[in-house]
Each structure stands twice: as C-alpha cells, then as structure tokens.
C-alpha cells in the first residue's frame, strides 16, 4: 500500500481506537497469568455498544509465544498412502508449511498490515461486529459491503481495497470508486462469538443492513462469494433498504434449477456437484453436524487448524493442489493465524450448523444481480440457471483465471469485474 492510499481513523478519536487496542492486550494478558504455563493465553475483546468505536489488533506475546512451543512439539501422522491428496493434506507438504511458520513467519508483519486500514466495533442485535471501514477521497464513490466466507477472511479483501478505493492511483477512473465496508462474520476474526443459537444467514443479512445504515449509507451494494454469497443472497431477498444490487462469485445453486432433460453443458456442472459432495464435502458436514467435536481438536493443535484451511487452499484456488503459486505463505498463514489467534474454529464452524441445510440454497431473487465466474470455483456455474432464478440479472461474465477465493488469489480480475458489474448503478 503506498503511503498516499494509507487510510485515516477519522472522524473518530486516536485515543479511543488506542484504548481499544489496550482493552484487548490487557484482557489477554491478564487471562494468560490467571492460566497454567501450558495453556493458550485466550483474547479477550473490548466490550461494544451501539456506538462505532476504533479498533486496532495488538496480539499479546505470549500467544505468539505459545504457538511457536505448540508448533515445535507437533505430534506427526504417517503420510499417505496414495501420491496425491485424495486422502487430504500430503503430510510433507504440511511440514513445510509449519516449518516456515515456526521458523520464519511473523505474525506482525501482517498485524500492522491489517492495522493500516481503519477498523471498527459496534453492536448490533446484541454481538459486537469488527468491520474494515475505507472511505474514497472521490465524493461520488459508490458504498459495498463485501462479505467473506469459511475458511476465508476480510484478509481475503486487503490487496482490492485501495483500487476500489482509490482507482486514479491504480489505473482507474474516479467514477470507479467505492466506500469499502468489509465486516468479519459472527463467530469469526475479532467479531463476538455467539453464545446461543440463532445467527443464520438472515440474521447475519439484517446486521448488515443495520451497519450499512449506521454508517450513514442510504444507496448501496453488496458483493459476496461463499458464506458471503449467502449472505448477499438473503440482503436481496430480503430487499434490504438502501440495497441497490449485488454481484455474486459463486451463485447459490444448489440444487441447480434444471428444468426438463438438461443439456450437455447442464450434464457436465452438475457432476461436478456430485462429485464434490462425494469426494470434497466432509468438512461440512461435520462442521455442519458437529461443530463443537472437530472444534476441540482444531482449537488445541494450531497443526490441525493449519490443516483443515490450507487443504480448502490447495483443493480451491485454481493452482492444481500448488496453492502457493496463487497464494504466498505469508498470506495464507496471515489467515490461518487469524483463525488461530482469535480461537475461532469452533465458533466459525457453527455456521455451518445454523444454515448449511437450511439457508444456503437455490432462491428466486427478483433483484437486480450480477455474477462474475472464476474457472477455477467449485463448479461451474451456468447463466442458463441464473436467468432462471435471478429475472434481472443485468451482468454475466465468466473469468480468464482464478477460483473460489476470487479476491485473495486474482484481486485486479476482482476489482475490474466490481466496476464493470457496477457501473450502471452510480
């Protein structure tokens, strides 16, 4: 990020946003001295109110402090029995990746990246939401929420928001431009983990709509793949007030909308959804059905964690099972310590439970929609289905390259595709 895009905290104080930052070291710290020596110091975030107050990441020590033990003392599995991931994660790959991040990776290199964007807290519907907040210089910028998914992160946005911010310093014009909000999920990142059940896709939808109203937004749009997708497909559905349309990388189709004996084209997505719910689709369903379980594990091996989200990486980017030649380790780990930092495998897999088999389904939205293809997603989706279920889609376009986690692996591709889509709503 150059020095000139370097966002601001303003209207709001410096000094409340420092003791934000203070309120989260001091609560983990004191939990950390209150524990034995071998537990993980836990994080204790700020309390929050209606208000929009400034925050800012400072990881106590003695968490990085404990990873890089719990690291060193990994307990290893034999290695596969095959020569290709079908059976998950190949264990030499695994060690590699936890080698550079005991030895090499530091976890503030991308703290003070994350804090160089302004970031907030407030509550709505009593949890406290943590949210990027970028505002454009350009005063006719167009305001978007982009909604992350699992294992993703509003990490996934970083490299998307000075372009779609500042677009004349990135080969852009000033009519391009957004205000960029970019919340972290319930149960994700440094948002409030709920205690009962009731945080669906709906629900999480309504809190945005509250958001975006509090941020003093009365037109905007949202964009969102994956959970995000879900959640951007109940704010249309919902005709949330201010919502303007909404641009989808990855169309909620499922089942897909077939009517009669489908096509060639028809024949060949919907084998690959057969497939990945035969081959690549137990992760959620046992987030889905037994959240807490795999939670236990997940929570007490950063090994584990690391596992479970760098083999959506391999499976999902357009790479051939070589994430890292569309993703760097710093960017991945980036993610994967914040899932571990912020323990929050358990509560991020309980969004699986709330609205796998229930919310993130096939829905006929009467809105305006728009969606951009990635080659390398899930499935390929068809504009035959989408004119079925979405009677006003008004942009369709199927990508060069990139997969499921379109903005964290293509974010140029990204941000052309957002102002394209668009352009005909400023």
Request: net charge neutral; no cysteine; hydrophobic share 40%.
């Amino acid at each position: 990020m150059r020095d000139s895009d370097t966002p601001t905290i303003e209207p709001l104080s410096r000094r409340r946003a420092v003791l934000g930052m203070a309120v989260v070291a001091a609560g983990s710290i004191a939990a950390a001295s209150s524990s034995n020596a071998f537990a993980t110091p836990s994080l204790v975030l700020p309390p929050t109110t209606s208000d929009v107050s400034p925050f800012s990441v400072q990881i106590p020590q003695a968490q990085l402090v404990d990873l890089k033990r719990r690291l060193a003392a990994t307990r290893w599995p034999d290695r596969e029995t095959v020569s290709d991931w079908s059976q998950g994660v190949p264990l030499e790959r695994l060690r590699s990746l936890v080698t550079y991040w005991e030895k090499e990776y530091d976890w503030r290199r991308g703290e003070r990246q994350l804090n160089s964007f302004p970031q907030f807290r407030t509550n709505i519907d009593g949890l406290g939401f943590h949210f990027l907040h970028v505002r454009s210089k350009h005063e006719t910028a167009l305001p978007i929420i982009l909604t992350h998914g699992w294992p993703g992160s509003i990490l996934e946005f970083l490299k998307a928001i000075g372009p779609l911010t500042n677009p004349t310093a990135y080969g852009g014009k000033a009519e391009d431009a957004f205000h960029v909000v970019v919340p972290s999920l319930p149960g994700f990142g440094f948002s409030d983990k709920p205690t009962e059940k009731g945080w669906n896709l709906p629900r999480i939808a309504r809190a945005w709509t509250t958001l975006m109203k509090r941020l003093g937004y009365d037109r905007w749009v949202a964009q969102g793949g994956d959970w995000g997708a879900g959640v951007t497909t109940w704010l249309a559905q919902q005709g949330a007030a201010g919502l303007a349309a909404v641009h989808l990388n990855l169309p909620i189709m499922f089942p897909p909308p077939v009517e009669g004996t489908p096509g060639s084209e028809e024949k060949a997505s919907i084998a690959q959804l057969v497939a990945f719910d035969k081959t690549l689709s137990g992760y959620a369903k046992i987030q889905a059905t037994r959240p807490q379980t795999i939670g236990y594990a997940l929570t007490d091996s950063p090994v584990g964690q690391a596992a479970w989200i760098y083999e959506k990486f391999g499976d999902w980017t357009e790479s051939n099972h070589d994430p890292e030649s569309v993703l760097t380790r710093e960017d991945m780990l980036n993610n994967i310590s914040l899932y571990w930092l912020t323990s929050t495998a358990t509560s991020s897999a309980r969004l699986y439970a709330e609205s796998f088999y229930t919310d993130f389904s096939t829905q006929k939205l009467d809105f305006p929609v728009a969606v951009s293809v990635f080659p390398g997603e899930l499935y390929r989706p068809l504009k035959l289905w989408a004119e079925r279920i979405y009677p006003q889609l008004f942009y369709w376009n199927e990508v060069s390259k990139g997969g499921h986690f379109a903005a964290f692996e293509q974010p140029g591709i990204f941000v052309t595709e957002l102002r394209q889509a668009f352009s005909k709503f400023r």
